[in-house]
């Protein structure tokens, strides 16, 4: 389990993680989420699944901060599963897949 702060206008990489799936629940602020072919927006006290494999994103479109908790389960819950697609940052990609880098 981890806690995710993204700043008004933020956004985190488009990426896909191959071994565990996610569940983000907003504390505060509005989420809009990228998973798969769908883009929506969340507020304070919804949450989402991220099925294993499918490409996502979250974004801050808010003023104020976005608080997050992500809860992760799966066989394998290292950084290192990680395949990314776009990331503003410019980091690598992560087991040399896709396209140009994301992360949490």
């Known amino acids: 389990m981890k806690r995710i702060v993204v700043k008004p206008g ?4 488009l990426q896909m993680r ?3 799936a996610e569940h983000w629940i907003v504390m505060r602020g509005i989420a809009r989420v990228t998973r ?3 883009c929506f927006l969340l ?3 919804q949450s989402t699944c991220i ?3 499918v490409t996502h994103r979250l974004e801050n479109p808010g003023k104020t901060p976005l608080e997050m908790i ?3 389960s799966g066989g394998y819950l ?3 599963d990680i395949v990314r697609f776009d990331d503003q940052y410019g980091r690598d ?3 040399g897949h896709a396209g140009a880098g994301t992360s949490h």
């Open 10 to 13: 933020g956004r985190l990489s």
């Open 43 to 45: 507020s304070e006290n």
């Open 36 to 38: 798969g072919d769908e």
């Open 70 to 72: 992500e809860v992760q």
């Open 93 to 95: 990609q992560g087991n």
């Open 78 to 80: 290292g950084e290192d």
């Open 51 to 53: 099925p294993l494999g």
């Open 18 to 20: 191959r071994h565990r």
